[in-house]
């Protein structure tokens, strides 16, 4: 099933993402997370991709194809193109379509120090381009950005390369992690006006340590409300404190989220069903009030 035909009316989809586990660990430990997730009936699990785009690392088809086939929960399994030419996303699309995978999360990804870029894909609208060329079946998704991508000029220049990437085909976007609302909702404004009338779904990112946060601030750039960082402040060093904060943070986030209509929340649950389930139980009744 495309990932785009589960929005509907009076409805707000509710996905988590997860990442395989990292080389040093079994591929193991990402089945018992998935255990304990499905039972919180997502509408899809999305699985990262590695920035290389290593041809040899299957995981993220692995776990992409587990999701829809063993738990049948619909998958969306992420690509990146930087490091790839078209021979190889040749490949992993045969793989994505082997293990029973349909939907694509369709990404630039970054440059990575290991693994050179490669000039076939300069960008994501080119990599949704050539996927939709090779095999127009599969559904295909768009990352977006509240705030503006870390290396765009400006919020008009980014909407409109997100208008390129919609044009290209994709038929649904995840947001960026945010922790201040208004930024994601002038976001969607602009990209209506803009004429991007694609499904839209909110990246939450409930912070459950401080370390988290400053990594990943300095990666993606979102802005810290006060509210937020004498939170983070007032609670530092006290691990259950700040877990229980920062979850009491997304919860309330995706309440005001929800009230105003949002689409769709996405939650990058960090591989920790724990927060996860605390969060789905929370708010399980809105989804389809
Ligand atoms: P693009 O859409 O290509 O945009 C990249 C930059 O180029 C932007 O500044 C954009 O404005 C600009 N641009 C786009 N098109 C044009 C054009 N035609 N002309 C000029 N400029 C243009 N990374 C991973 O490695 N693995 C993952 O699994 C992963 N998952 C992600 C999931 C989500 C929901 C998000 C939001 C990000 C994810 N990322 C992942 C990070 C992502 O790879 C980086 O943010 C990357 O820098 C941009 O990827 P993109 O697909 O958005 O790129």
């Known amino acids: 099933m495309k990932i785009s035909s589960l929005f509907k009316p009076g409805k707000t989809v509710l996905s988590f993402e997860v990442f395989p586990p990292k080389k040093t660990s079994s591929i193991d430990t990402i089945y018992s997370t998935l255990d304990e997730l499905k039972d919180l009936s997502p509408d899809f699990i999305s699985v990262t991709y590695g920035a290389g785009g290593n041809l040899a690392d299957n995981s993220t088809c692995e776990i992409a194809s587990i999701i829809k086939n063993k738990y049948h929960i619909e998958s969306l399994a992420h690509l990146t193109c930087v490091s790839c030419g078209k021979e190889d996303i040749r490949e992993i699309l045969k793989r994505f379509k082997e293990n029973g995978i349909e939907n694509i999360l369709a990404l630039r990804g970054d440059e990575n120090p290991d693994r050179p870029a490669k000039t ?170």
């Open 120 to 289: 076939d894909f300069r960008y994501a609208s080119e990599l949704i381009t050539f996927i939709k060329n090779e095999d127009p079946s599969f559904g295909i998704s768009g990352a977006c950005y509240p705030e503006g991508h870390i290396a765009s000029d400006s919020l008009v220049e980014d909407i409109k390369n997100l208008r390129k990437k919609v044009d290209a085909g994709a038929e649904h976007l995840v947001s960026q992690l945010f922790f201040d609302n208004s930024a994601f909702y002038s976001f969607v404004e602009r990209a209506r006006i803009a004429g991007i009338e694609t499904p839209i779904e909110a990246g939450i990112m409930p912070v459950v340590n401080k370390s988290q946060i400053e990594r990943m601030v300095s990666l993606c750039g979102a802005s810290l409300p006060s509210k937020f960082t004498r939170m983070m402040s007032r609670y530092d060093g006290k691990p259950e404190a700040i877990r229980d904060a920062g979850i009491a943070y997304a919860v309330d986030q995706i309440v005001d989220l929800i009230s105003n209509g949002v689409q769709g929340i996405h939650l990058y649950t960090m591989n920790n069903p724990y927060v996860a389930r605390r969060i789905t139980e929370s708010i399980r009744s809105m989804l389809n009030a």
